[in-house]
């Protein structure tokens, strides 16, 4: 079955260290990769996009995230985070179904705790 | 520009009664969707509009209706609530189904 899969429940890391969060999507083809963020009380806000061509992409707040097709993997990263960081964050993609309609599918959910 | 407007914030709701969620766009987008939240399952996709007047099913339909007279709202109807649609509700708004969603904040519905 098509999904979304983001195995880090909850991540904790200290003020300045790297972060990496992890998703994976299991489909046959490339989908439309992206990530949002979401701070307590708001809704989801993009971060970046993935949609063809350079497989490193750049977001905002210094955020960025690698395209791995042969591990089905879009892993977001950010070499140095600040406590602003702290959030909850989603993998989603969007499927092309056999039909020739979309799917939009969300992982669900990393939640980032920083540590001053 | 306001963006994606969700309206209200907050509700609380005895089992068996009906309300409608608001949710409107100034962004002229055309596709629009309902998502809910809940804890440990992400975001499921309830209904969704790929323009006025055409809607269809997402994961978790049943339960709510919606409609899309025009391209700005797209309002959600609880026909007969229960608790297990206590929930905090998304609508969003993009382009098209591939482009990145705009999100209102939410609303916070809960049904006792």
């Known amino acids: 079955a098509q999904s979304v899969t983001q195995p880090d429940i909850h991540i904790t890391v200290s003020e300045g260290a790297s972060l990496e969060l992890r998703c994976n999507y299991s489909y046959g083809a490339t989908p439309y990769l992206f990530w949002y963020v979401q701070s307590p009380g708001q809704g989801l806000q993009l971060l970046l996009k993935?949609?063809?061509?350079?497989?490193l992409v750049q977001g905002i707040k210094g955020f960025e995230a690698e395209f791995k097709r042969s591990q089905s993997s879009f892993n977001l990263r950010k070499p140095s985070v600040h406590w602003s960081d702290a959030a909850e964050y989603f993998c989603?993609?969007?499927?092309?179904?056999?039909?020739?309609?979309?799917?939009?599918?969300f992982g669900t959910g990393t939640r980032l705790k920083v540590l001053a | 520009n306001a963006g994606v407007t969700q309206t209200p914030k907050f509700q609380v709701l005895k089992t068996g009664q009906s309300m409608t969620l608001q949710c409107a766009q100034d962004?002229?987008?055309?596709?629009m969707s309902w998502y809910r939240q809940d804890p440990g399952m992400g975001l499921r996709l309830i209904h969704y509009?790929?323009?006025?007047?055409?809607?269809d099913q997402g994961e978790v339909p049943n339960g709510y209706n919606v409609s899309r007279s025009t391209t700005e709202d797209f309002p959600l109807r609880l026909l007969s609530a229960a608790p297990s649609q206590t929930s905090v509700y998304f609508c969003?708004?993009?382009?098209?189904?591939?482009?990145?969603?705009?999100f209102g904040d939410g609303t916070r519905l809960s049904i006792l």
């Open positions: 989603a993609v969007v499927l092309t179904e056999t039909s020739g309609t979309y799917k939009y599918i």
């Open positions: 509009s790929v323009g006025a007047g055409i809607t």
């Open positions: 993935y949609f063809s061509g350079d497989t």
């Open positions: 962004m002229n987008h055309e596709y």
């Open positions: 969003a708004s993009s382009y098209s189904m591939t482009q990145p969603q705009h």
